[in-house]
C-alpha cells in the first residue's frame, strides 16, 4: 500500500516530492529518490538528502539537497 504524508521526515527509499514549500530552489517541483537522510546539526526542521531525482520514474541525477521537513510530500510502501 503506498501512503503519501506531509512534513514527516523520510527514510533511504522513500519517493519524495520537492516543491517550494520544501525550498525555494525547486520552482519546479520533481521526484526525489532517497538515498540517505542527514539532519542540518543548525537549522531545526530542516534536512540534508541525498539520493536521485527522478524523470519519467528513471533515477537521472544523484545530488544532495537541502530541504524544509515540513514542506514535503512523502510517498512510501508501507
Not at 35 to 42: D, E, K, N, W, Y
Not at 48 to 76: C, K, N, P, S
Request: hydrophobic letters at 45%; charged letters at 25%; proline letters at 6%.
Amino acid at each position: 500500500m503506498t501512503m503519501a504524508t506531509t512534513g514527516v521526515t523520510p527514510r533511504i527509499g522513500d519517493l519524495v516530492r520537492l516543491d517550494a514549500a520544501a525550498s525555494s530552489q525547486f520552482e519546479r517541483p520533481i521526484w526525489f529518490r532517497v538515498i540517505g537522510v542527514r539532519p542540518s546539526p543548525t537549522v531545526p526542521g530542516w534536512v540534508y538528502l541525498d539520493g536521485w531525482e527522478l524523470a519519467e520514474g528513471l533515477e537521472i541525477t544523484e545530488v544532495t539537497v537541502f530541504v524544509r521537513v515540513a514542506g514535503l510530500t512523502v510517498r512510501r510502501d508501507d
